[in-house]
């Protein structure tokens, strides 16, 4: 059992394999937090709050002088005694904000309950659910908190319920998934950040006293602000220290908040926030919260990152990424909008030779599609481009043993379109306000049921009795000026919310519709990286930006809390051969630490190009499996050396591991026929790479020298120079070849 209850205590206790989670209930009313860290048979549990500042203390309380405000919750309250940021805000029949949820009993459930019209962590061996059930008298409003445990991951979920049982609407205007007060302040928060073409920055923030936040405003996750949050001890490393970690299973706008009070307690809260969020609750209707996850180790942000990256890829992304993925060649950076038939089979018939799978059909091929300004919600084929029609294209392409995907953009219309035309009140626009542009487009209102029908309705004859394998997702604006004409005026502060919950249902229908189709999101790159995708995308295109210098840093922030399964990664047409960071083979280099795929015109290459792109699929074959379920060691952060040199590897298993891929990669900014002068600027010419995860008493063959080594000098560490010759990715495959003798 990971959930116990000791009655006596009135206390929880919340188990995984490495930690444990506590809280009681106090005076018989109150929940709070007692303990969240490493699991141990020896600690004690009684929990004593002492009143520590200027606050309403709660007379009926066993504790003197207790105050909500004083002491750690589980659940905090708007203008309850709490003056810390709260996790839910509702306005009730009188007009007044101030609430208080008492206990009101519990429920422990095999599995978990799923989160209606929200994706969430599906369940798996011994996923156990705890139920508490809150009310608060006045409102007449129950509310359940729900934590579903994930032992074998030390991942724990989190989302809550709120039901009206009264006969009065109320409003919710903040609800938070995740309320986490810790006992002390000596943190540092680790987010990230960007815009776009330059996402995933990783930023280490020192806390001090007062609020810290990341947040999006926009509609989406956004390239801004990822949802991820962790807070680790000052001393935290790779390797060692105290992580706590959460992330965010959704797509649209939250709100992180991290609030260190005078006192040094520390509280963290995720959720929806307040400023682009709020819902008329109506007798009887329940309002469930995303769901959010959470983890705890004491051995470092890596640890940290690999319990992520499992737990994401065995409970949220889709199961069927996990067979075989394809190696795709998208057209956009081949011709973009100049894509016809003859260029799309001539490209395919090239892409099989090379050992590609699948052909992907970007932006273009619809409506009267020339450029970004037209066509968008008119997702009918161009004649013009394609006068044989998307069938016969899908069959021929299927009959030379490739695979064919298509670009969708759903969410989106242009005003030039037959769409608009017709139902120019299908955009997401506030009324009598000129609405700000973007790539000359809009959103549609996916409040509106009527919006979300057309839609299914016309990619379902548009696709009819034809094989698509892939769909590229993509979402080019963020909202501005938005309001949605199906709603009434009192519910215009809920078109965000609503708006994603409609992108969803069509996702689901996706999914239904077409089951045994792949599906990659984007947005504008990494505009929508976030756990609520990837409940549907077997990939994410983390960014337009495939410049490889750049790619690299990008997808290094990226594993700080997603895994390589997940994360597109294209190898784009090299724009001078001579240039070291531009070179196919840096590219590819680069490319490789995900999801393999290009992105060049391949009619327009040589014979000498193709060859080597070849020779990098079959490599890539080697160690695709590796790349996509392995386990990720960071060695060197881009992020922290003025040569923005990184250095990580995947291993087969956390220890004692039969393969092991070690990529070494220098942004060096210059050239290969001059570099003499650059040499002395490195600091660092040397580096000591440990790979950790190698048996000691194994020997390894690396495949690409041909030398052998000791697992006990790979751990021990091996010496990698910095290139003189003007190589800027260096891979090392390491394989097992035998176990050595004890003597």
Same mark, same amino acid.
């Given at each position: 059992?990971?959930?116990?209850?000791?009655?006596?205590?009135?206390?929880?206790?919340?188990?995984?394999?490495?930690?444990?989670?506590?809280?009681?209930?106090?005076?018989?009313?109150?929940?709070?937090?007692?303990?969240?860290?490493?699991?141990?048979?020896?600690?004690?549990?009684?929990?004593?709050?002492?009143?520590?500042?200027?606050?309403?203390?709660?007379?009926?309380?066993?504790?003197?002088?207790?105050?909500?405000?004083?002491?750690?919750?589980?659940?905090?309250?708007?203008?309850? /005694?709490?003056?810390?940021?709260?996790?839910?805000?509702?306005?009730?029949?009188?007009?007044?904000?101030?609430?208080?949820?008492?206990?009101?009993?519990?429920?422990?459930?095999?599995?978990?309950?799923?989160?209606?019209?929200?994706?969430?962590?599906?369940?798996?061996?011994?996923?156990?659910?705890?139920?508490?059930?809150?009310?608060?008298?006045?409102?007449?409003?129950?509310?359940?908190?729900?934590?579903?445990?994930?032992?074998?991951?030390?991942?724990?979920?989190?989302?809550?319920?709120?039901?009206?049982?009264?006969?009065?609407?109320?409003?919710?205007?903040?609800?938070?998934?995740?309320?986490?007060?810790?006992?002390?302040?000596?943190?540092?928060?680790?987010?990230?950040?960007?815009?776009?073409?330059?996402?995933?920055?990783?930023?280490?923030?020192?806390?001090?006293?007062?609020?810290?936040?990341?947040?999006?405003?926009?509609?989406?996750?956004?390239?801004?602000?990822?949802?991820?949050?962790?807070?680790?001890?000052?001393?935290?490393?790779?390797?060692?220290?105290?992580?706590?970690?959460?992330?965010?299973?959704?797509?649209?706008?939250?709100?992180?908040?991290?609030?260190?009070?005078?006192?040094?307690?520390?509280?963290?809260?995720?959720?929806?926030?307040?400023?682009?969020?709020?819902?008329?609750?109506?007798? /009887?209707?329940?309002?469930?919260?995303?769901?959010?996850?959470?983890?705890?180790?004491?051995?470092?942000?890596?640890?940290?990152?690999?319990?992520?990256?499992?737990?994401?890829?065995?409970?949220?992304?889709?199961?069927?990424?996990?067979?075989?993925?394809?190696?795709?060649?998208?057209?956009?950076?081949?011709?973009?909008?100049?894509?016809?038939?003859?260029?799309?089979?001539?490209?395919?018939?090239?892409?099989?030779?090379?050992?590609?799978?699948?052909?992907?059909?970007?932006?273009?091929?619809?409506?009267?599609?020339?450029?970004?300004?037209?066509?968008?919600?008119d997702w009918i084929l161009d004649k013009r481009k394609f006068p044989n029609g998307l069938k016969y294209l899908s069959d021929k392409i299927h009959a030379e043993n490739m695979k064919f995907g298509i670009w969708i953009e759903p969410e989106m219309i242009n005003y030039n379109s037959q769409?608009?035309?017709?139902?120019?009140?299908?955009?997401?626009?506030?009324?009598?306000?000129?609405?700000?542009?973007?790539?000359?487009?809009?959103?549609?209102?996916?409040?509106?049921?009527?919006?979300?029908?057309?839609?299914?309705?016309?990619?379902?004859?548009?696709?009819?009795?034809?094989?698509?394998?892939?769909?590229?997702?993509?979402?080019?604006?963020?909202?501005?000026?938005?309001?949605?004409?199906?709603?009434?005026?009192?519910?215009?502060?809920?078109?965000?919310?609503?708006?994603?919950?409609?992108?969803?249902?069509?996702?689901?229908?996706?999914?239904?519709?077409?089951?045994?189709?792949?599906?990659?999101?984007?947005?504008?790159?990494?505009?929508?990286?976030?756990?609520?995708?990837?409940?549907?995308?077997?990939?994410?295109?983390?960014?337009?930006?495939?410049?490889?210098?750049?790619?690299?840093?990008?997808?290094?922030?990226?594993?700080?809390?997603?895994?390589?399964?997940?994360?597109?990664?294209?190898?784009?047409?090299?724009?001078?051969?001579?240039?070291?960071?531009?070179?196919?083979?840096?590219?590819?280099?680069?490319?490789?630490?995900?999801?393999?795929?290009?992105?060049?015109?391949?009619?327009?290459?040589?014979?000498?190009?193709?060859?080597?792109?070849?020779?990098?699929?079959?490599?890539?074959?080697?160690?695709?499996?590796?790349?996509?379920?392995?386990?990720?060691?960071?060695?060197?952060?881009?992020?922290?050396?003025?040569?923005?040199?990184?250095?990580?590897?995947?291993?087969?298993?956390?220890?004692?591991?039969?393969?092991?891929?070690?990529?070494?990669?220098?942004?060096?900014?210059?050239?290969?026929?001059?570099?003499?002068?650059?040499?002395?600027?490195?600091?660092?010419?040397?580096?000591?790479?440990?790979?950790?995860?190698?048996?000691?008493?194994?020997?390894?063959?690396?495949?690409?020298?041909?030398?052998?080594?000791?697992?006990?000098?790979?751990?021990?560490?091996?010496?990698?120079?910095?290139?003189?010759?003007?190589?800027?990715?260096?891979?090392?495959?390491?394989?097992?070849?035998?176990?050595?003798?004890?003597?």
């Amino acid at each position: 059992m990971s959930i116990r209850y000791n009655q006596k205590s009135q206390t929880f206790i919340i188990c995984t394999q490495k930690t444990q989670y506590v809280f009681k209930v106090v005076a018989g009313k109150y929940l709070v937090h007692c303990y969240y860290g490493s699991k141990s048979d020896s600690l004690d549990y009684s929990y004593n709050v002492q009143a520590l500042s200027f606050s309403p203390a709660i007379k009926e309380a066993e504790i003197p002088r207790f105050s909500l405000n004083d002491a750690p919750l589980e659940f905090s309250y708007f203008n309850s /005694g709490d003056y810390r940021c709260c996790s839910l805000r509702i306005r009730g029949k009188n007009g007044d904000s101030s609430t208080l949820f008492e206990y009101n009993g519990y429920e422990i459930i095999d599995g978990r309950v799923n989160i209606e019209d929200f994706p969430n962590a599906r369940a798996c061996k011994d996923t156990e659910t705890l139920v508490i059930s809150l009310l608060d008298k006045v409102t007449d409003c129950e509310l359940k908190l729900y934590y579903t445990v994930y032992p074998e991951y030390d991942i724990i979920s989190r989302y809550f319920a709120l039901t009206n049982k009264g006969n009065m609407d109320i409003k919710v205007e903040k609800a938070m998934s995740i309320c986490l007060d810790l006992p002390d302040h000596c943190y540092d928060a680790l987010t990230l950040h960007g815009c776009q073409t330059t996402e995933m920055n990783i930023q280490r923030s020192s806390l001090g006293y007062g609020n810290f936040s990341i947040t999006s405003r926009r509609g989406a996750s956004s390239h801004d602000f990822n949802p991820f949050m962790a807070i680790v001890s000052k001393d935290a490393t790779e390797e060692y220290g105290d992580v706590y970690a959460l992330n965010f299973v959704y797509s649209g706008s939250f709100l992180n908040e991290i609030e260190v009070n005078a006192q040094g307690n520390t509280r963290i809260s995720m959720g929806l926030g307040e400023e682009t969020f709020a819902y008329t609750l109506t007798s /009887g209707e329940c309002f469930r919260s995303p769901e959010a996850v959470m983890t705890y180790t004491a051995d470092g942000i890596g640890d940290m990152s690999r319990k992520m990256h499992c737990f994401i890829r065995n409970t949220i992304m889709p199961r069927e990424c996990f067979k075989h993925r394809p190696i795709v060649l998208n057209t956009w950076e081949a011709c973009y909008y100049k894509i016809n038939e003859d260029i799309l089979l001539s490209l395919s018939s090239i892409a099989r030779k090379c050992g590609m799978d699948m052909i992907v059909l970007d932006d273009g091929w619809f409506g009267k599609r020339d450029d970004d300004t037209s066509s968008l919600g008119d997702w009918i084929l161009d004649k013009r481009k394609f006068p044989n029609g998307l069938k016969y294209l899908s069959d021929k392409i299927h009959a030379e043993n490739m695979k064919f995907g298509i670009w969708i953009e759903p969410e989106m219309i242009n005003y030039n379109s037959q769409l608009y035309k017709n139902h120019p009140e299908w955009c997401l626009v506030c009324k009598g306000r000129q609405p700000t542009l973007s790539r000359d487009q809009l959103l549609l209102d996916l409040c509106n049921p009527d919006v979300l029908e057309y839609l299914k309705d016309i990619f379902k004859k548009t696709f009819a009795g034809i094989e698509i394998d892939y769909f590229k997702w993509d979402f080019n604006r963020n909202a501005s000026e938005y309001g949605s004409a199906f709603l009434g005026c009192e519910q215009q502060d809920e078109a965000l919310f609503r708006y994603q919950k409609g992108a969803y249902e069509l996702l689901f229908w996706f999914k239904k519709q077409f089951p045994n189709t792949f599906i990659e999101t984007c947005s504008g790159g990494g505009g929508r990286y976030d756990l609520g995708m990837m409940a549907f995308s077997s990939q994410i295109w983390a960014s337009d930006n495939t410049t490889a210098k750049d790619r690299l840093r990008i997808q290094y922030g990226c594993t700080l809390a997603y895994p390589a399964a997940v994360m597109s990664c294209h190898v784009s047409d090299p724009r001078n051969v001579s240039d070291v960071l531009n070179a196919l083979d840096y590219k590819y280099k680069v490319a490789i630490g995900g999801m393999l795929g290009y992105e060049l015109n391949l009619i327009e290459c040589s014979e000498e190009i193709k060859n080597e792109i070849s020779g990098q699929i079959k490599f890539y074959r080697n160690i695709e499996d590796l790349i996509k379920t392995g386990y990720l060691f960071r060695l060197i952060s881009p992020f922290e050396n003025s040569t923005e040199t990184a250095a990580y590897y995947y291993s087969d298993k956390e220890c004692n591991a039969d393969k092991i891929c070690l990529f070494h990669m220098q942004n060096f900014p210059y050239y290969k026929r001059d570099i003499s002068w650059h040499m002395d600027l490195i600091p660092q010419k040397v580096n000591m790479l440990k790979i950790k995860s190698a048996d000691p008493s194994a020997v390894y063959f690396e495949r690409l020298s041909g030398q052998s080594y000791r697992g006990a000098d790979l751990i021990s560490g091996i010496p990698i120079r910095a290139s003189e010759s003007g190589e800027c990715g260096r891979i090392y495959l390491f394989e097992r070849k035998e176990i050595r003798n004890n003597g």
